[in-house]
C-alpha cells in the first residue's frame, strides 16, 4: 500500500565519487548495518542495468554498441526517470534507499566529455527526488592508482576519471558530506553509520523535495 509509515518516511542516502573509491561496497555494508539495528534500508543502484533502458546503457559501458553521447546522457536519465514510482513508494513507507549513483554521476561524467557543459547536462534530471544526503567518496590518484588497475568498461581510465572528479566538485551543495575514502573499511564504515544515522533521524518528517 502506499499507506505512510507511521514511523516517518525513509531517507534518500546517495553515495557518489568515481570510480574505485569503494561506493559499491560502503553500499552494502551500510544497507546490513541499518537492517541488523531494525532500520528497513534497500540498496539501490544506477544505472540499473536490469530495465530495458539499463539493458542498452549496459551494452554501450561494455563497449558492445556506439551511441550518440547527447542521446546516451538522456538514457541514462531515462533510467532514473523510470525508477521513481518505486524509489517513493518504499521512502513513503519507510525504507531508506542507499543508491549506488545518482544524477550527480550523470553530470559529471557526460560533462567530462568534449563540448558538454554543467549547465546542459543538469536539465533531464531536474525534478528527481532530491537526496536527503550525499556521501561524496574522494580518493587522491595516488590512492586511487594503489588500488589497482580499471576494469574495461567505458570511461575507466584514469584521465577521464580526473575530469570527472573536477566536475564533481563544482556540483558540491550543503547537503554534501566529503568523506576520505582513502581510510580503512572498516573506519570508513563507522563514519558512514554516524552520519547516515543522524540524516536518517532527522528527516523522517521532512517532505521529499524534488
Ligand atoms: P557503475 O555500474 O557504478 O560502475 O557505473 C557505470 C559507469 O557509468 C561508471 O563509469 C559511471 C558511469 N555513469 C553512471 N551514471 C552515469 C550517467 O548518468 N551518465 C554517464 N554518462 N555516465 C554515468
Ligand atoms: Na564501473
Ligand atoms: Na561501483
Known amino acids: 500500500s502506499r499507506k505512510k509509515s507511521t514511523m516517518g518516511r525513509g531517507s534518500l542516502i546517495v553515495f557518489e565519487g568515481c570510480d574505485r573509491a569503494g561506493k559499491s561496497t560502503q553500499c552494502v555494508k551500510l544497507v546490513e548495518a541499518l537492517e541488523n539495528s531494525g532500520t528497513p534500508a534497500k540498496l539501490w543502484r544506477f544505472p540499473d542495468r536490469g530495465t530495458a533502458i539499463g539493458g ?3 551494452q554501450y559501458l561494455e563497449k558492445k554498441c556506439e551511441l550518440e553521447d547527447h542521446a ?3 538514457l541514462f536519465s531515462a533510467n532514473r526517470w523510470e525508477a521513481v514510482p518505486k524509489m517513493k513508494e518504499h521512502l513513503l513507507q519507510g525504507t531508506t534507499l542507499i543508491v549506488d549513483r ?3 554521476s550523470g553530470v559529471a561524467f557526460t560533462a567530462a566529455k568534449q563540448g558538454f557543459g554543467l549547465d546542459w547536462c543538469r536539465q533531464p534530471d531536474i525534478g528527481l527526488p532530491k537526496p536527503d544526503l550525499i556521501l561524496y ?6 590512492e586511487a ?3 589497482g588497475g580499471f576494469g574495461g568498461e567505458r570511461y575507466e581510465n584514469t584521465p577521464f576519471q580526473e575530469k570527472v572528479a573536477k566536475n564533481f566538485e563544482h556540483l ?3 547537503n554534501w558530506r566529503v568523506i576520505d575514502a582513502g581510510k580503512d573499511m572498516e573506519s570508513l564504515h563507522e563514519e558512514i553509520q554516524e552520519i547516515t ?3 536518517i533521524k532527522d528527516s523522517k518528517d521532512k517532505d521529499i523535495e524534488k
Open 56 to 58: 542498452i546503457i549496459s
Open 72 to 74: 546516451v546522457h538522456l
Open 197 to 199: 544515522r543522524a540524516v
Open 102 to 104: 545518482y544524477a550527480f
Open 145 to 147: 592508482a594503489k588500488r
Open 172 to 174: 558540491k551543495e550543503n
Open 137 to 142: 567518496l574522494t580518493l587522491t590518484p595516488e
